[in-house]
């Protein structure tokens, strides 16, 4: 049996977790205004140092996520096993090698942050507000001035900033921004709410990513609106998930034939790109039905020419489908949706089992990543998928004990 630590041994172990203060904050500031690919490894250098200062400090790890862990496992040994039947097989063996340390580290992360102390977290709820305001004003120098801040890291860019270019910062601060409004609220900081409400209105004003804005837009919707408390609920949302991933070739298919033209009707859809995303979804959704049980293996739109009219989109070739479903049925078939299905419910049942004011802005912070998960990015980007594990750990401070016992909702 191991010896209780003496107080040397848990004062170390206390010192770690204010580090994490520190080392969470500093590189989540540094990636979401210069380097936002620096998330891609943030988290997972973060949770990896953690449990082994635990180890070397106590002797003993920490408790590790297992679940948590073995849905990576479960990703990772998909996206090797389907180099087997895939279109360029080094490619996807290569591609789930290379997601491996940040799915897994991710992982260590999360599982580490549900660890710290109520001290610790008490400390990061007054202090994480306060930096996503910092990090807002920051966004709105680079947005309103014409990117500075990146101009002055870049000391030889002679080539005019591409705005668009900070849609990935003005991605992670929203999601960031939706876990420092509801600890300003629950922690009756009003002038920080204050700053935060307005730095956060100037962004989406501004901004090119219809991305951002829709993320805002469903997990206030969920926040707000659904019943935290009816366990049922739950059971429906994650269904609703299911039927939505499985049916979603037939989906985006009807949706390009009937949707198109009233997209293009509306200011905010056609700089979104709205028709354009529905006809690349559209000729991926129905390449992925030729090879519908197993799929055409990771990565494998990247190697692949689509039957296509080009009507919004110009070329037959695309690097990913802007949306995970689609990606999903693409490379794993019908096995790819009900993984994606099977992982949603998962996440959903450890959020339910939250007291609700922890589940209401757990269920918001998730539902906004999947906004942008279904408009946005290649599911396997580096930097998206080290900032959701960000976000992820960010919201288990955020919504940690310390809050919960002096705030009820």
């Not at 910062?169 to 960031?176: A, N, P, Q, R």
């Not at 998962?346 to 007291?355: A, E, G, N």
Request: hydrophobic letters at 55%.
């Amino acid at each position: 049996m191991n010896n209780p630590p003496d107080m040397d041994e848990v004062s170390r172990v206390r010192a770690f977790p204010r580090g994490v203060i520190t080392a969470v904050l500093v590189p989540l500031l540094v990636s979401v205004i210069f380097v936002p690919r620096f998330l891609g490894f943030a988290p997972a250098i973060i949770g990896v140092a953690g449990y082994i200062w635990v180890r070397f400090s106590t002797g003993r790890w920490p408790a590790f996520p297992c679940a948590l862990l073995g849905w990576m496992a479960g990703i990772i040994g998909l996206g090797l096993l389907s180099a087997l039947w895939a279109l360029d097989p080094g490619l996807s063996a290569e591609r789930a090698l290379d997601v491996a340390p940040v799915l897994l580290g991710g992982a260590l992360f999360t599982g580490f942050a549900l660890q710290t102390a109520k001290d610790d977290l008490s400390r990061f709820q007054r202090i994480f507000p306060l930096a996503v305001l910092v990090m807002g004003v920051l966004c709105v120098v680079e947005l309103y001035a014409g990117a500075p801040l990146y101009k002055l890291l870049r000391p030889g860019l002679t080539r005019a900033v591409n705005m668009s270019g900070l849609n990935r910062s003005v991605i992670v601060y929203t999601l960031c921004s939706i876990i420092a409004l509801d600890l300003a609220w629950r922690t009756k900081n009003f002038r920080i709410l204050a700053g935060l409400a307005a730095v956060f209105a100037a962004i989406l004003f501004k901004t090119q990513s219809q991305s951002a804005q829709f993320a805002l837009l469903v997990g206030g919707v969920f926040y707000l609106l659904f019943p935290v408390r009816i366990k049922a609920a739950w059971t429906w949302l994650a269904g609703f998930f299911a039927v939505l991933c499985l049916g979603a070739p037939w989906i985006a298919q009807a949706m390009f034939k009937a949707l198109p033209p009233l997209a293009d009707r509306h200011e905010w859809l056609r700089q979104s790109y709205a028709s354009h995303r529905m006809e690349i979804w559209d000729f991926i959704s129905r390449r992925a039905l030729e090879r519908p049980v197993l799929g055409h293996g990771l990565e494998s739109a990247r190697v692949m020419h689509f039957d296509t009219q080009k009507l919004y989109h110009a070329s037959d070739h695309v690097l990913h489908p802007h949306n995970a479903v689609i990606q999903l049925w693409l490379e794993f078939g019908v096995v790819g949706a009900a993984l994606a299905s099977g992982f949603f419910a998962f996440l959903l049942w450890s959020i339910r089992d939250l007291p609700p004011v922890q589940a209401r802005i757990s269920l918001a912070v998730l539902m906004a990543c999947v906004a942008v998960g279904v408009t946005g990015y290649g599911l396997w980007q580096a930097w998206w998928l080290g900032g959701l594990f960000m976000v992820a750990g960010l919201s288990v401070l955020a919504v940690g004990k310390a809050v919960c016992d002096t705030n009820p909702r």
